[in-house]
């Protein structure tokens, strides 16, 4: 489709808080595209990077690599034929305030972003229960026991960590983010996205919240073979929040040192 009434914006989350999830809702609309995990912020970082070089440096062209930045979404999402695109990049953000300022200078006609929220230690129990019940997961491969699983999870150079700086970040841009819990979602599914197209300025989809699609955008599915299971399967019947029991087998370590950590 042409690109100049499409618009764009990004999800924000740690992982295991919802966002395959989230995407499936949004892509029973037809004009949505909510994407799987993107690497377009990365591929800005790296474009920006080149800034550093010595080729670079030696002849300083800004404005031929700023109109190159200016349209790496315009160019990577031309042949969607979605008119919205959310994005799920999160790498670009992480940790660094000033990777928020990079994106708002680049990214048009306007950076914002749909932040998912969920308590920490629900997240590490929705780990725990998925490398339990999935002997191949990557996570079984980190360590001997629970906490040394979780700890490694933790490292400061993981997702994890890398995505909880990415939205105490989006905290000080409250008039680009739209936050969203986790529990709101599975509890009150409608009123939540609801509130979310009125973020994205659109019209209210009459949406499914049961019995949800395997996400698949563009005859592209999610190949978990890397990861070693099924990470991204969701699962038959209503959007609901469920008790999981694995919240009270958390080692007393991982609750003592992250236990304080709100997200």
């Given at each position: ?17 919802g ?54 979404f ?15 990049g ?7 305030p ?15 972003c ?6 920490l ?27 040394e ?18 939205i ?53 599915p ?33 609750r003592?040192?992250y ?5």
């Amino acid at each position: 489709m042409g690109t100049q009434n499409r618009k764009l914006f990004f999800l924000v989350a740690l992982p295991r808080s919802g966002n395959t999830l989230f995407a499936s809702i949004m892509n029973q609309n037809p004009e949505i595209a909510a994407t799987a995990n993107s690497v377009t912020l990365e591929i800005i970082k790296n474009l920006y990077l080149l800034k550093k070089t010595d080729v670079f440096q030696n002849f300083p062209d800004h404005r031929s690599l700023d109109n190159v930045l200016d349209n790496v979404f315009t160019n990577y999402y031309q042949q969607w034929p979605q008119r919205i695109i959310i994005d799920r990049g999160p790498v670009m953000l992480n940790g660094n305030p000033g990777n928020f300022e990079l994106m708002k200078k680049h990214f048009k006609p306007g950076f914002k972003c749909i932040v998912l929220l969920r308590d920490l230690m629900d997240v590490l129990a929705s780990y725990m229960q998925w490398y339990t019940e999935n002997p191949n997961s990557f996570v079984n491969k980190l360590g001997s026991n629970d906490e040394e699983k979780l700890l490694a999870l933790m490292n400061k150079e993981g997702a994890i960590v890398k995505e909880i700086k990415a939205i105490q970040n989006s905290y000080n841009y409250p008039e680009i983010c739209h936050f969203v819990k986790y529990d709101d979602i599975v509890t009150n599914p409608e009123q939540e996205f609801r509130k979310i197209y009125q973020f994205l300025d659109e019209p209210y989809f009459n949406h499914r919240f049961i019995d949800l699609d395997q996400i698949n955008i563009n005859g592209i599915p999610y190949n978990d073979k890397v990861v070693g299971s099924n990470m991204h399967k969701l699962f038959d019947g209503p959007v609901k929040k469920v008790y999981n029991p694995y919240i009270e087998n958390i080692p007393e370590r991982i609750r003592r040192e992250y236990g304080h950590i709100k997200i």
